[in-house]
Nanobody, 124 residues
Framework: QVQFVESGGGLVQPGGSLRLSCAVS????????IGWFRQAPGKEREGVSC????????NYVGSAKGRFTISRDNAKNTVYLQMNNLKPEDTAVYYC?????????????????WGKGTLVTVSS
């Protein structure tokens, strides 16, 4: 049974940091590219960051550049998103998703599995 367990969300003040984790069970992540997505209230879900199956390629979208860092530990079947200098506009439900793709890049479409999300609220 495939399970995604996202954790690390919560309430943080502007300028603060959070580290999101996505622990996967039911299959090995070795052959999967992983993406982090977010959906803010009243907005469509958007890609935030992705990482290739080997971890050799990462991508960041928009305001995530320079503030967020995606990483993975295939031995632990877990992917992380370190978020620094958080802003109120980062408030959203954050989802991790996996695409069976062992190429050298990563993408934000064609995801095979999705987690249920973890809420991040940035507010003073």
């Amino acid at each position: 049974q495939v399970q995604f367990v996202e954790s690390g969300g919560g309430l943080v003040q502007p300028g603060g940091s959070l580290r999101l984790s996505c622990a996967v069970s039911g299959f090995t992540l070795d052959y999967y590219a992983i993406g982090w997505f977010r959906q803010a209230p009243g907005k469509e879900r958007e890609g935030v960051s992705c990482i290739s199956s080997s971890g050799g390629h990462t991508n960041y979208v928009g305001s995530a550049k320079g503030r967020f860092t995606i990483s993975r530990d295939n031995a632990k079947n877990t992917v992380y998103l370190q978020m620094n200098n958080l802003k109120p506009e980062d408030t959203a439900v954050y989802y991790c998703a996996a695409e069976r793709y062992s190429g050298s890049h990563c993408y934000y479409s064609g995801m095979d599995y999705w987690g249920k999300g973890t809420l991040v609220t940035v507010s003073s």
